[in-house]
């Protein structure tokens, strides 16, 4: 049975879909400005992840995600760019896509955009107005706390103390003073000039950041939905102004369970930009490879803090490498293995299904994936002492299989079994086992390096060569 840790409850609780077999998510996604950097990246997994899970527990899984493409950051940063608004975002937002295909993150069902939902955000902050929850000032419409008993269920923070009827015209919270948000604000003489408005009964507005999820996770689930994800950061305001526009609303639930992902920090340390710690993906991938990020990331839990570092990285990079060079090692020694008995096979083949279990348990177990990969371990470590003696086909089969199913599971190792060699790697490798067998030790050393400046290793085994890329090996 999964388990999940909701914020909402601050418990964790058996998880039951609102439609048997069905899940709807809503995530928090980017506000396309300029590259995330690697913290977004990792809620954006986390994310992944619990779909990935999800679908292997056997529920169809239905995932928006929105895209922030009007705000002040991306109407401010557009102006600096001298791009308008439209072409700056839609830049941002394929740098976006990029990084999702770096870490080979599966797309959502759906990616509804701010500025193609206007619309949805004035009906419902006129349903708001109605419902005395909502009042205009100034041309911009807030939301009125006061009004509605729930807010702070979900970050716990004491509102006890709100300014009634202060209002402030900033998407950012200022901590010190809690107060009324926007859910539209009134735009400024420089904005319309730069075609950035929308008409409303109140005047030319822009939406508020806050009023887009309500509205887009209404519109793709309708008013209540299973999981709502995002970073700790959004619990508040983002998310508690999210239950108070839509629940306000429609005086239903919004959302049955919460899910957090912490920070992501810098050698113990927030990443800022006074501190120059601030890494984007790319950086961070071109140095170790997008698979060995997801390892990285999937080798710590979603609700712990990651304290990112070199050291790390290239630890999690070695652990990586020694479970995709099993996952080598299954498939080459597959190739050339029959199906003759060896002592052990049946013990190996009675593990398999513990193990499986197992790995089951530690996704269930609030999406637990540093324990999954635990178990991928014991996993590599059964096939590796089994390769020692035996290679019977039907038991290399059963593992190779298993191996195969978990490490896609955790999104892992597409690579392995579909590297295309070139014909000129190809020609060479076999020109080398020539003078191997006419025991020309140079000509088969020189050709060696040769294949090697062409990226690639050779590994002689017993069955024999084992190819390989460079950096896999
Ligand atoms: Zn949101």
Sequence with gaps: MLQIYNTLTREKGIFKPLKEGEVSIYACGPTVYNMPHIGNYRTFLMTDNIVRTLEYLGYRVKL???????????????????????????????????????????????????????????????????????????????FRISEFPGYGKLSKIDFNNIIIGASVDVDEYDKDNPRDFA??????????????????????????????????????????????????????????????????????PFVCNWLHGEHLIVEGEKMSKSKGNIFTLPEIVGKYGGEVVRFMFLSVHYRKKLDYSDAFAENAKNNYLRLKETLDNLEFTLESS?????PGDEEVINTLPEIETQFREALEADFNTPKAITVLRSLSYTANRYLETGKNKQVLIRIHSLYRQLSDVLGLFTEVGKKEIPKEVLKLVEERENARKKKEWAISDALREKIRSFGYVVKDTKEGPNIQKVEDS
């Design 64 to 142: 928006s995600m929105n895209i922030t493409d009007i705000d002040d950051k991306t109407i401010r940063d557009s102006k600096t760019a001298g791009m308008s608004l439209k072409d700056f975002t839609e830049k941002y937002t394929a740098e976006f896509f990029k990084g999702l295909d770096m870490l080979n993150i599966k797309r959502a069902s759906e990616y509804p955009k701010a500025t193609e939902n206007i619309d949805g955000m004035i009906e419902l902050t006129q349903k708001l107005m109605e419902k005395g929850l909502a009042y205009e000032k100034g041309g911009s419409v807030y």
């Design 183 to 252: 859910l539209l604000k009134a735009s400024t003489p420089e904005e319309i000039e730069r075609g950035i408005y929308y008409e409303s009964p109140w005047g030319k507005i822009r939406p508020g950041w806050h009023i887009e999820c309500s509205v887009m996770a209404m519109k793709s689930f309708g008013p209540t939905l299973d999981i709502h994800t995002g970073g700790v950061d959004l619990i508040f305001p983002h998310h508690e102004n999210e239950i108070a526009q839509s629940e306000g609303a429609t005086g239903k």
């Design 338 to 342: 029959e199906n003759n008995p060896y």
